[in-house]
């Protein structure tokens, strides 16, 4: 079969065969983010160009060229509404590139789609980074180089495994230098220009909260974000990570405020503070998130709000990295504004009566906010409410119907009631969404913060000590703030968590390969222009500028290149001659040095002659040797071992 | 030896439009950069061996885009701040560079042994050979010679093994043509650079008039010094045998009596045709001097290959009556270098 294949294919085309292999790998690393259509097209024409090279068809004319690239850009246009997205983008270059193998003659058709499959790689890394991708990288980009060894010189017809090995010892003498310049090549800070990124779904918080819609919770073991803390964690009760806090209610739908702002009073942080670096997973929104209270980061493109949310410029469309120092206690101030009274007491009319009604009740009765909060929180912890991921459906009076109806819900459904039950009583009262807690890697010293871990609790204004953090499910459901294996048994996702907590084997694998992939994000994924600093610092440099990158970056590049230049730069050593013939040439000089030199104009018999006249003290043992030798040397074709045998004994003989 | 041969090719063949003028600009400097290498390195001497103050290296054509496309990848890695495309894109910006060395590697120390230039007539290309030899411990590969619009390439030249470049230039005048500065250059290993030498050679290719005149050839004379004795085919009479000497053709050896093992003989026979044909330039008055060498080249041409014997008188010179190809070059050799 192979040979029948090698047959077919006509040898000039063998150039076109490594081109399309090529083109095919760059495809294939986008085989997830093509649309199907995309795909089929591609590989029709791929199919096409091989059977046209093996059945030596005409290519198709120009016009049909045209009209193929043409439809194909629309159909583009059409399935992404934009050209300018990374996923249009890619499979508009693939598709071009696809037509441009239709019309493949030379070298220069070769070169183009080669560079086209080395950006189309390029592309697939700008949103795919993930250490298991990296393998598939790598080969690929081997391939292609090979691919270029083999359309470089195609008369030399270059055997695939040469080709291969010639490309792959040309990247291994490349990787120091890739190293080199991967540490010390000065990054630049923040995007010059930005691809709008697309808009795929993504698990992880939405900017709004209907704790009445949802009847099932998802809960996924994606990871959220991890962290890593400088010295030690805080205690695992108090790892709030702080998201967008919502204020807007309707009645059935919490929303962040947006246009409204409210000065908050100036912040007075608490208590020991914690350094730690979060690595964020994309979730195409715009906020971080930060253990509850973070100080406000120096740091350009974020922002730190209002209502204490850290808020980045562009969405965090691909992993980010960043620090940052936390207190878990704060005070924020002793009076609340008139316009932060306004908004975080604002309830929509006529909605949630019953609600409405008893919280004046209640405030009435208990006479001070703090005793009207402690009522609260007993009424859920005694009035009969359940925690539960599987919720019945609220009806439009969300709160009325969970109080007083259903009593069954989670954090997301407690946090609503409980707010609104505060701003009913004339207390000013705020949503804050985030994650609580974390699973703790030991293998890799840091916390993973999964989507199953999304939390919601209330911050209350309460006068002389500012906002509070008051989290009712920690009273109806203290287990769950301890991660009780009961929280993941309703609804899991993945069908091999309980198998996790089971299987310790697995769980150490698991953890390990998200220890590396850890690590490979933060050192690696994440080297920026600060880690650069870092390393200058390290490196005993006193005031670490981008000016020592540049040195260190012209130095370390002339290094390499003496380095290659001393390899490959003197000329090539010339051949000395085969194993006999160093074998014949040494037992020369030997016997020279005996006092009978070889006569430049002497073959080895004639030599052997003159030594059995002159010499026959030396004759017996040299003589059959150097016949032997003519006998291999000149003689009809020897074996390798009698070669090998014959130059062995040239060498040993001492005469 | 075997040597391996590479076919010449004319790159005219692709008809690919290409401005005039960006091709005689491209024609200027390269023979600019020829006759600068000229007056730097001199005439060379066979063997030549290529050595690193000879030997130049640029990005190609494909590596200047290869060179366009690794920028943008970096730009997009700095970017994004996309540490995998950082990596891959400056591996491949080392790999380019380790490949620029592979690249003069390739050229470096190979050895140049003779050429040989075969004489043309006007108007047909003359047939250049330059004979190569790899006595390094390396295979080289796609070695490629130029000369103008002529490129011979070799595929492969293992380590130890010599191998044969064949060109052809145009010619166009009589007389002796000296052959253009040979460019041998490489692009292996993946074609991002080329590295070029030059080789200037004081080699001629000798250039014949073109045969060409429609006058009938002179009638035959009688020799006086060797009688009428003259191959010709058909009802010619036979005559006797005489001893081989140096020009006389296969044809005319009686081998049968060879293989018997006598010595080499002659046949010969006497006929009409039997005599010698003199060419003579004074006799071929009325025409120009170039008419008449190029008949007088046309003269020599069909006699030879009719297996006449001719002799040709030039106001300097006169070549005596004769046969064979050694005296037809002698001939030709004469009307093309006539002043």
Redesign the interface.
Same mark, same amino acid.
């Given at each position: 079969m192979r040979e029948r294949w090698r047959e077919a294919w006509p040898e000039r085309e063998r150039a076109l065969r490594w081109v399309i292999a090529a083109f095919s790998a760059a495809v294939a690393l986008h085989a997830d983010r093509l649309p199907p259509w995309c795909l089929a097209a591609i590989a029709a024409i791929v199919l096409w160009r091989l059977f046209a090279a093996v059945a030596s068809l005409a290519l198709p004319r120009r016009l049909i060229r045209l009209g193929l690239g043409g439809s194909l850009l629309l159909a583009v246009v059409v399935q992404f509404s934009s050209l300018s997205g990374l996923a249009a983008g890619s499979a508009l270059l693939a598709a071009m590139g696809a037509v441009k193998l239709l019309e493949t003659r030379g070298r220069r058709d070769h070169y183009i789609v080669l560079g086209v499959s080395l950006f189309l790689m390029i592309a697939a890394t700008l949103d795919r980074q993930g250490l298991a991708r990296i393998g598939l990288y790598a080969a690929h980009l081997w391939l292609c180089c090979a691919a270029l060894a083999i359309v470089g010189t195609p008369d030399a017809r270059l055997p695939a495994r040469t080709a291969f090995g010639l490309a792959g010892r040309t990247l291994a003498y490349a990787l120091p230098l890739t190293v080199l310049l991967f540490l010390f090549f000065p990054r630049v800070q923040g995007q010059i220009w930005s691809l709008p990124a697309g808009n795929a779904a993504v698990t992880g918080l939405g900017d709004e909260m209907s704790p009445g819609s949802i009847s099932q919770l998802s809960e996924s073991e994606e990871p959220a974000f991890r962290v890593t803390f400088e010295g030690a964690p805080p205690p695992s009760t108090s790892l709030y990570w702080r998201g967008p806090v919502l204020h807007q209610f309707d009645g059935y739908t919490w929303r962040r405020e947006l246009g409204r702002v409210y000065r908050s009073a100036r912040l007075e942080y608490e208590g020991p503070e914690y350094r730690y670096r979060i690595t964020l997973e994309p979730h195409r929104q715009r906020w971080w998130f930060a253990l509850d209270l973070p100080v406000p980061p120096q740091q350009p493109g974020v922002f730190f709000t209002f209502d204490y949310q850290l808020v980045s410029a562009e969405p965090v469309s691909q992993a980010v990295s960043y620090e940052l120092v936390s207190h878990i206690r704060y005070r924020s101030g002793d009076e609340a504004s008139l316009l932060a009274r306004r908004i975080d007491l604002q309830l929509p009319t006529g909605r949630n009566r019953r609600t409405l009604e008893w919280a004046q009740r209640e405030r009435a009765a208990a006479g001070s906010d703090a005793a009207f909060v402690r009522r609260v929180l007993e009424f859920f912890r005694d009035g009969g409410f359940v925690y539960s991921l599987t919720p019945p459906l609220l009806d439009l009076d969300s709160v009325d119907d969970f109080l007083f109806r259903t009593r069954s819900g989670f954090c997301g459904h407690y946090a609503s009631a409980l707010a609104t039950l505060m701003r009913a009583a004339g207390i000013p009262a705020r949503v804050v969404t985030g994650y609580h807690g974390g699973e703790w890697n030991p293998i890799g010293q840091y916390l993973i913060v999964r989507q199953s871990e999304a939390h919601a609790w209330v911050e209350i204004w309460i006068d002389g000590r500012g906002w509070s953090r008051v989290d009712p499910t920690a009273v109806v459901a203290p287990d769950r703030l301890q991660r009780a294996a009961l929280d993941r048994i309703a609804g899991a996702e993945g069908a091999a968590d309980p198998l996790i907590a089971e299987l310790d084997t697995l769980a150490r694998i698991a953890l390990t390969w998200d220890a590396i992939n850890t690590w490979w994000k933060i050192r690696v994924l994440d080297f920026d222009l600060g880690s650069q600093l870092k390393l200058l610092r390290g490196l005993g440099f006193e005031r670490p500028a981008l000016r020592q990158l540049g040195w260190l970056v012209a130095g370390g590049l002339a290094a390499w290149l003496l380095v290659i230049a001393l390899r490959f730069g003197r000329a090539p050593r010339a051949a000395r001659g085969d194993a006999l013939a160093r074998g014949y040439r040494s037992l020369c000089a030997r016997l020279a040095a005996a006092g009978i030199a070889r006569a430049p104009q002497e073959g080895p018999l004639a030599y052997a002659a003159r030594l059995a006249r002159e010499r026959p003290d030396l004759a017996a043992r040299v003589l059959p040797v150097l016949e032997r030798y003519a006998l291999v040397r000149f003689g009809p074709r020897a074996s390798d071992a009698q070669t090998r045998a014959v130059a062995r004994e040239l060498r040993s003989l001492r005469p | 030896m075997a040597l391996p041969r590479?076919a010449s090719r004319h790159r005219g063949s692709?008809p690919r439009e290409r401005l005039a003028i960006a091709s005689r600009i491209r024609a200027a400097l390269t023979s600019r950069a020829a006759e600068w290498s000229r007056r730097r390195q001199g005439l060379d001497r066979f063997p030549v061996r290529i050595?690193?103050r000879r030997l130049y290296i640029l990005p190609s054509r494909?590596g200047l885009?290869?060179g366009a496309?690794w920028l943008?990848?970096v730009l997009? *890695? !700095?970017?994004?701040?996309?540490?995998?495309?950082?990596?891959?894109?400056?591996?491949?910006?080392?790999?380019a560079?380790?490949?620029m060395?592979?690249c003069?590697?390739n050229l470096?120390?190979l050895r140049l042994l003779s050429l040989t230039a075969a004489p043309a007539f006007a108007g047909e290309p003359g047939r250049i050979e330059l004979l190569l030899e790899n006595?390094?411990?390396?295979d080289r590969?796609?070695i490629t010679a130029r000369i103008g619009d002529s490129h011979a390439?070799?595929?492969?030249l293992a380590?130890?093994a010599a191998g044969r470049l064949v060109l052809t230039v145009p010619t166009a005048r009589r007389g002796r043509l000296a052959v253009p500065p040979i460019r041998i250059a490489t692009?292996?290993?993946? *074609? !991002?650079f080329t590295a070029w030498t030059w080789l200037h050679t004081d080699a001629t290719v000798l250039v014949y008039p073109t045969a060409r005149g429609a006058l009938p050839p002179p009638l035959a004379t009688s020799d006086r010094e060797t009688g009428e004795h003259a191959l010709a085919g058909g009802n010619d009479e036979w005559s006797g045998l005489r001893p081989f000497r140096d020009g006389d053709s296969p044809r005319q050896v009686a081998w049968k009596s060879y293989a018997r093992g006598l010595p080499l003989v002659v046949k010969e026979y006497v006929g009409r045709s039997a005599r010698t044909l003199v060419f003579d330039y004074a006799a071929l008055a009325g025409l120009g001097t170039e008419a008449r060498l190029e008949q007088l080249a046309r003269w020599v041409v069909d006699a030879e290959a009719r297996g006449q014997r001719y002799a040709l008188r030039l106001p300097v010179a006169v070549i005596d009556e004769g046969r064979g190809a050694v005296h037809r070059h002698r001939c030709l050799e004469a009307l093309a270098l006539y002043a």
């Open positions: - | 590479a692709a050595e690193r494909a885009g290869f496309l943008c990848m997009a *890695g !700095l970017n994004y701040a996309n540490s995998v495309a950082l990596l891959l894109a400056f591996s491949l910006g080392g790999f560079l380790v490949g060395h592979h003069h590697r470096q120390g006595d390094a411990n390396l590969h796609g390439t070799l595929g492969t380590a130890g692009a292996f290993p993946f *074609g !991002l």
